[in-house]
């Protein structure tokens, strides 16, 4: 069982930063895929952007150079670096994990608030 924290959410306004953090139970975090997914209000969680177990990453186009995600395994710790933020990137944002053999993302955190002001 994992179990994930995320922290960092907050108010900002258009054009700022934020990093987000996870922080993950369990001894072997370093195999999984950690990924962040959002959920705008009356809309259906998407997926953002995710750092595989070799550091690879994948993101969607919406936030392509602009977000970044980077993990340390030694700190069981991954992180969602946020920049030129837009009123649109407003969501709950949350933070998953998946087993490498598993096809979905199998852990998931209880979410944090980023709300973007125009």
């Known amino acids: 069982q994992v179990q994930l924290v995320e922290s960092g959410g907050g108010l900002v306004q258009a054009g700022g930063s934020l990093r987000l953090s996870c922080a993950a139970s369990g001894r072997t975090f370093s195999s999984y895929t950690m990924g962040w997914f959002r959920q705008a209000p009356g809309k259906e969680r998407e997926f953002v952007i995710a750092i595989t177990w070799s550091g690879r990453t994948v993101y969607t186009d919406a936030v392509k150079g602009r977000f970044t995600v980077s993990r340390d395994n030694t700190k069981n710790t991954v992180y969602l670096q946020m920049n030129s933020l837009k009123p649109e990137d407003t969501a709950v944002y949350y933070c998953?994990?998946?087993?490498?053999?598993?096809?979905?993302?199998?852990?998931w955190g209880q979410g944090t608030q980023v709300t973007v002001s125009s």
């Open positions: 998953a994990a998946k087993n490498r053999d598993s096809g979905g993302y199998d852990y």
